[in-house]
């Protein structure tokens, strides 16, 4: 059974985008993401919209700013949260090209490079861009209560992050370069609190961490960083845990994107989540630490959590999923 | 800008599996199928949980008749109607291997076809499942309206699939190999009746035969058949009449799994439709024929409507999607 791939031509990011709101705006990355918005209804009349126009203007910039137009781009492989990830398909109308929707939760965006990576690196495709939204207000009503109810939030929950991110994948141009990826398995921890998704999601997170380090050959030294997508403060303390059972060391290296993205006070608790949360950090912060050479080698690791309000409501656990995308500078 | 990803190796689906209904069971292609529920709850307690357990037939059954164990399969890719992608996350749980979610509604199989092929062909992965499902009772309930409301269904309404269907693709072994995909595009041709999708879908249909053939450099004459996912009666005749616009006649080659399907009665109005349509029709009566070699080469197109109830509720029309794969015995 292959879990790892490994990019023989090494397909470069040529250029991305990020777009977020207010709050994560004013977060520890405020200097690093592209668009920031000062109101998170975005001009439009609904949240669901307001994310869609996000995913938008995440992917139109990133082609801008690859010195691509829309006409280059041959395809645009994106997901969200949203039921049908409506976010995704009414942005995608908005362009020529072709549209391959993808949904694996919070992992969304790491599932997106390794499929957008595999279709450069082959050669059947010249440009593709990579990209996932979630929005706060979105997802919480529809996940959870109506935000007019103003429930109280246990301490073990996070904070779905109101971003888009987008790559342009090519192997014309300069950027980091994905080198492989290792194609995250469903794995049921046994978590049934839809609140404390950041457990529900270590034990994928560490699966994966743990077959790409052993596929691969390397210890976690080989890495500057280790980055999970959004386990949050409890989340990644356990896939710390879990990989030091199974005999690797990444206290050094590991970082959350959950963690990075907020000032952590109250109102967040374990941080940020959502299938923008890797995203808007990878294009921003990451990836331009990576082109000035800051880092030089990174292993990204969105997590995903897979479950739905119906799944909860009858009675399943929720399963996680992580795949993980090295890239180096 | 590249739609059409030639295949080099032309992988090859060497073997497949279909379950449904009671209702399709007794339908037209019912020799074909080869698990026939007689209770579509399938032994569970409700119909979301039926679906996920008929897609993990599928996918347990097409790994045996490959004869491969499910250590050899490398990935899953699949996808289904339901929010969030449940069926296909809890059936993907009961298998050790990586697992790819995906969604373009009823367009998802041929998505998974295509990204399973150019994981095959480059040589990426060994063996891949390529799986869809749907079910009429969870469609309906998440789409419409509770069943015990016993709603009027319009004349231009069509009947969602229970079935599901998966492909096992690698270089080893035999069966009919494929040999190029087109990459839909979201079309949206302003339909904003959600009892009218074949209609929806025509258009990106039309979009992606068009383009699938010019880029080839085909005439219709090519294939064997050109079929569509489940554009229904009404929509079968509105891709003819657009093609014929751009000029193609399809007339001879076309048909549709939505009309295949049943043994049309008034319940159906325009025919199958769902996820799980064009992937049962597929993955039974079409692979037979394939290896029987009573058909020699077709181009498979599945359509789906890229809505959601929420979408529609916000006043969005349903723009369409259409991948299309060309396979040969």
């Given amino acids: 059974m292959k879990r790892t791939i490994f990019f023989k031509n090494k397909p470069k990011i040529i250029g991305t985008s990020s777009i977020a709101g207010p709050k994560e705006s004013n977060g520890s990355l405020k200097e690093f993401i592209e668009t920031k918005l000062s109101d998170d209804m975005y001009g439009e009349k609904t949240f669901e919209k307001a994310e869609s126009r996000m995913l938008f203007t995440a992917i139109k910039n990133s082609i801008i700013n690859s010195k691509k137009t829309a006409k280059d781009v041959d395809a645009i492989i994106s997901g969200d949260l949203l039921n049908q990830i409506i976010a995704s398909t009414f942005s995608a109308r908005n362009f020529p090209c072709g549209y391959l929707g993808v949904y694996n939760a919070c992992a969304t965006f790491t599932e997106a490079l390794t499929l957008g990576a595999t279709l450069i690196d082959g050669g059947y495709l010249d440009t593709v861009v990579c990209a996932t939204s979630s929005h706060f207000s979105s997802a919480e009503r529809q996940y959870r209560y109506p935000l007019e109810l103003g429930c109280t ?3 073990q929950s996070q904070w779905t992050v109101t971003g888009a991110g987008a790559s342009v994948l090519s192997m014309q141009g ?43 050959g390397f210890s976690s030294d080989e890495y500057d960083l280790i980055v999970t997508g959004d386990l949050g403060t409890l989340g990644s303390r356990i896939v710390k845990d879990l990989l030091w059972e199974k005999g690797f060391d990444v206290e050094k290296q590991h970082v959350d994107c959950g963690e990075l993205i907020y000032n952590i006070c109250e109102d967040e608790y374990q941080g940020g989540s959502g299938a923008g949360c890797s995203s808007v950090v990878f294009n921003s912060y990451l990836y331009q630490r990576l082109r000035e050479k800051k880092l030089n080698k990174i292993l990204l690791v969105a997590t995903g959590a897979l ?23």
């Fill in 307 to 329: 479950l739905s309000s119906v799944s909860s409501q009858q009675g399943e656990s929720i399963p996680g999923i992580a795949h993980a995308v090295a890239v180096e500078c």
């Fill in 174 to 216: 300069n950027g980091p370069k994905i080198i492989s990826a290792t194609i995250g398995k469903v794995v049921d921890f046994g978590v049934t609190d839809a609140n404390n998704m950041g457990a529900a999601m270590a034990s994928a997170a560490a699966d994966t961490i743990f077959n790409h380090l052993n596929d691969c």
């Fill in 153 to 155: 939030r246990p301490p």
